[in-house]
Nanobody
Framework: QVQLVESGGGLVQAGGSLRLSCAAS????????MGWFRQAPGKEREFVAAITWNGGSTYYADSVKGRFTISRDNAKITVYLQMNSLKPEDTAVYYCAADRRGQYYTSISSRPRDFGSWGQGTQVTVSS
């Protein structure tokens, strides 16, 4: 079982940057794809970005493509989300999760139901 803890959220002005981290426990982290999702008040949880177990492939929601970058350091068992050119509409609680379809998957899913071991989330607020 992978346990995940997000950090790095905060308040930032529009156009600014933040780097979120998701620290994992458990040796199996290295063999699972990882994803970032977000949920704004009154809205459903939505996909942001995902990365394969070895970092070989990444996938982004259209709304963040070109502004956000997902990466992972398997030696540090941590996945990151670098967020640049932030907009007020990026305001949400951001969650990381592990792809529960299985280990060593080379395909990427953007469906929340394919992910598990959700962290507690970190708040990102972008002021205009």
């Amino acid at each position: 079982q992978v346990q995940l803890v997000e950090s790095g959220g905060g308040l930032v002005q529009a156009g600014g940057s933040l780097r979120l981290s998701c620290a994992a426990s458990g040796r199996t982290f290295r063999s699972y794809g990882m994803g970032w999702f977000r949920q704004a008040p009154g809205k459903e949880r939505e996909f942001v970005a995902a990365i394969t177990w070895n970092g070989g492939s990444t996938y982004y929601a259209d709304s963040v493509k070109g502004r956000f970058t997902i990466s992972r350091d398997n030696a540090k068992i941590t996945v990151y989300l670098q967020m640049n050119s932030l907009k007020p509409e990026d305001t949400a609680v951001y969650y990381c999760a592990a792809d529960r379809r299985g280990q060593y998957y080379t395909s990427i899913s953007s469906r929340p139901r394919d992910f598990g071991s959700w962290g507690q989330g970190t708040q990102v607020t972008v002021s205009s």
